[in-house]
């Protein structure tokens, strides 16, 4: 039945538009986030497939909800809708952050809902060379690239320094914390991502007539905001950052956001993913190690009106009482992780 009233809702959606909807859902459940991948590319071609219409007669709009991943999927993603569509829209439910941002700007309209947030897209780096996280040795911690340049910031326009020599020790400062390579994957990551926001104005916008305008956008959503997490609803999206595309959802705004929640309902995005309680739940006091039953849990959708693909986990939890605390020591055994047809 939720699959029916999904389906019910899209239809609804696709009538009042004139067009194919295609839902693009990552799961943002506290402990159990999926971000965005190339793997998904893959599965949003066989939708677009379906739809079998010529070019010019085809309006395709991107249901989307996601807290990012993978920079390189959204350049990807909107010029392959746009081989199959002559108008491309994103409708944003609820959470477009990033990564999704980034896709919402290569679209002709991005459609938000009230609850509808975008976000920065200035990107936080992961590579081999990033320092340890001090909570846990054994991982590195993500760099984000707005700390590193108001890190700079702060040194010039907060402490006044700006002869040459002492800015080289403030940058000898960070590069004995940060390893240089490392600092150096934050720079060429903020360049991609300003170009990627370029290129993808640039589908819709005129160029050389909006260059200027396209630059303030970029400026305003890679460096203006300083902090990664600001979530940007639709009038300042408008007001502030300047996209020029960006619309209310009007007379779908009820199904738009009808339609998050069946797939928030599916994903359980509500409940954060707590292994320790839900192991207790079964096995109250184990004094002996115990596996659970296996367990599925939904990460992602991508559907259409002709079909319906799941991202989903396989898993188990295995625990046992500590001797000497008590507790219980819970560990996540991952077994299978892929897409599915329904």
Known sequence: MAKAERLKLIQEIQDKRGSNLISYITSTRNGMELPMAMDSIRKIYDHLRLINKPMAETKIDLFIHSNGGDGTVPWRLVTLIREYAEKFAVLVPHKA??????????ADEIVMHPMGMLGPTDPTVTNPFNPPDPSNPGRTIGISVEDVTAYI?????????????ELV????????KVHPLALGSVKRFLSQSRMMARKLLALHMKQPEDSHKIKEIVDSLTSKLFYHGHPINRREATEQVGLPHVIDAGDIEDQMWNLYLEYEREIRMEEPFQPALEFAAQFPNPAAPVTAPLATAKLGYIESKNRTDV???????????????GGVQVSTIQLRQGWQTE
Request: a negative charge; zero cysteines; glycine letters at 6%.
């Open 311 to 325: 991202l989903s986990l396989d898993y188990q939890l295995r625990g046992q009482q500590h001797p000497a605390t």
């Open 169 to 176: 020790q403030a940058f000898k400062i960070l590069a004995d």
């Open 97 to 106: 952050f990033s990564a999704a941002t980034l896709t919402a700007l290569g």
């Open 153 to 165: 910031a702060l040194i010039k326009e907060d402490a006044g320094i700006n002869h040459e020599e």
